[in-house]
Each structure stands twice: as C-alpha cells, then as structure tokens.
Antibody, heavy 118, light 106 residues
Framework: DVQLVESGGGLVKPGGSLRLSCAAS????????MSWVRQAPGKGLEWVGR??????????NYAPPVNDRFTISRDDSKNTLYLQMHGLKIEDTGVYYC?????????WGRGTLVTVSS | IVMTQSPATLSVSPGERATLTCRAS??????LAWYQQKPGQAPRLLMY???TRATGVPARFSGSGSGTDFSLTISGLQSEDSAVYYC??????????FGQGTKVEI
C-alpha cells in the first residue's frame, strides 16, 4: 500500500525539543519532495516546511513561524522523513502531517499529535 | 498570499448542489488545490490545477476559476460529503497557504 506513517509526537514543555518521523512505503521515496503540514486543535491547515529530493539538492524551506527552530531532513535508505523541532512554543501544539509534495499534497499520513504545555 | 473561503459553514440537503468559493489576495493563476477533511482524518486531495480531479475523486466534484476567484462545486450531495473543505495556493511561495476552510453540513 502507498502510505505515510508519522510517529514521535507527544507532550513537551515550552522550550523543549522533539523529533518526528514519517515512514513512507509503496512508492519511490527518494524521487519525491516531502512537506510537513500542521493543524492546531480546531483550526485550519498550516504548511510548515519542505525538503526536495536528493537529486534536486535536498533543499529545505520553512514557514516564517518555524524558521530557525525546525529542521527537516530525510534518510532515503530508510524511506523516512524527519522533523526536528527545537524551542517549542505553546502555539506549536497540533497534529503534524507529513505529505508528498507536488506543490499540492497528494498523499498524507494520519498525523502525530504534538502538545506543548507546562 | 491570503486565501479567503466562503461561506464558513454551508448547510445543504442530500441531492442538492453546494458551491464553495475561495478568493486569493493576488493572482495564483490556476495553481490552486482543494482538500476534503473529515473529522479525525487527514486531509484528502480533491482537485489540483484548479480543475483537475485527483485519482479516485467522484465526478460530482468539480473545480473552476483562475486568477483570484475559484469555486468547488459538489453536485448531488451525499451524506459522506460532510466535511471541511480547504483551498491551497501553490503559485507564490514560500509559504504555501491554505484558506480557513468551509464546513459542509448535510
């Protein structure tokens, strides 16, 4: 099956760190660009950041609210995408989805919940 | 780019037609996608390039528009179409931006 499965979410204190993972299967992971999109409780969707394929330079871009705090990486040998989050703020609370990125997002994982609270 | 969706909530009866609108603060040409999100689920891609249905999306879903004004029409509404629908522009980045969503109640 073609799927994405996120993991690594949990409860973390403000200022803390967390690393999310996204395991891909059923498609050629190393050819695709990938993004993280998040959703605060009861709110809409917010694009977090993207990483291009290795062939395209593994270039990363981030939304302003997370720039300099979040880092996206990938391990094509493990078909896995990562989101390293530092300096977490209460407003980072939400469900984090990984998605296959063709500028639009055609495949989504089920998400992992990150709660930032003291 | 700011994406504005209307209405916030749309209540319709089964079998009716629903039209959701999405307006961009500046032209995004046809670089617009629509997503459906049901409670507790991940979003699902419905349309891209404003008018192209994604794989497996029923023909009762159709998209139109270009520039700044777009619409998603759902014909012959079914109970399973109850969801929140989001538009997303991918013309001017970063960042990609989403609308705030329209909730469709059947």
């Amino acid at each position: 099956d073609v799927q994405l499965v996120e993991s690594g979410g949990g409860l973390v204190k403000p200022g803390g760190s967390l690393r999310l993972s996204c395991a891909a299967s059923g498609f050629t992971f190393n050819n695709v660009w990938m993004s993280w999109v998040r959703q605060a409780p009861g709110k809409g969707l917010e694009w977090v950041g993207r990483i291009t394929s290795k062939t395209d330079g593994e270039i990363t871009n981030y939304a302003p609210p997370v720039n300099d705090r979040f880092t996206i990486s990938r391990d094509d040998s493990k078909n896995t995408l990562y989101l390293q989050m530092h300096g977490l703020k209460i407003e980072d609370t939400g469900v984090y989805y990984c998605s296959r990125d063709y500028n639009y997002f055609d495949l989504w994982g089920r998400g992992t919940l990150v709660t930032v609270s003291s | 780019i700011v994406m504005t969706q209307s209405p916030a909530t749309l209540s319709v009866s089964p079998g009716e037609r629903a039209t959701l609108t999405c307006r961009a603060s500046e032209s995004v040409r046809t670089n617009l996608a629509w997503y459906q999100q049901k409670p507790g689920q991940a979003p699902r891609l419905l349309m891209y390039h404003a008018t192209t249905r994604a794989t497996g999306v029923p023909a009762r879903f159709s998209g139109s528009g270009s520039g700044t004004d777009f619409s998603l029409t759902i014909s012959g509404l079914q109970s399973e179409d109850s969801a929140v629908y989001y538009c997303q522009q991918y013309n001017n980045w970063p960042p990609w931006t989403f609308g705030q969503g329209t909730k469709v109640e059947i």
